[in-house]
């Protein structure tokens, strides 16, 4: 039971890299096309900064709100499976 905890947690922390990375890739995505044209060089080195400020947020309010229900779950269901053997 302890090794499908582990791999639980794993699979956990892999889901909120990915989650981060995707939202930190569009992030930047989106502050490159809206700025890209307008801004001089010292000023893209602070969109940049602003830039990894949404991600963070969203990734707090993801781990809140989704991978504490979902570590609920998949726990319960680990649990369940490993009792019946």
Do not use: W
């Amino acid at each position: 039971m302890a090794e499908r905890l582990f791999g639980l947690h794993i699979l956990i922390i892999i889901i909120i890299i990915i989650f981060f990375l995707v939202t930190l890739g569009c992030s930047i995505f989106f502050t490159m096309v809206i700025f890209s044209s307008r801004v001089s060089g010292e000023q893209a080195g602070n969109l940049m900064v602003l830039a990894l400020v949404p991600p963070s947020i969203l990734t707090v309010v993801f781990l809140h709100k989704v991978a504490g229900k979902l570590y609920d779950r998949l726990n319960g269901a680990t649990i369940k499976t490993s009792l019946k053997k």
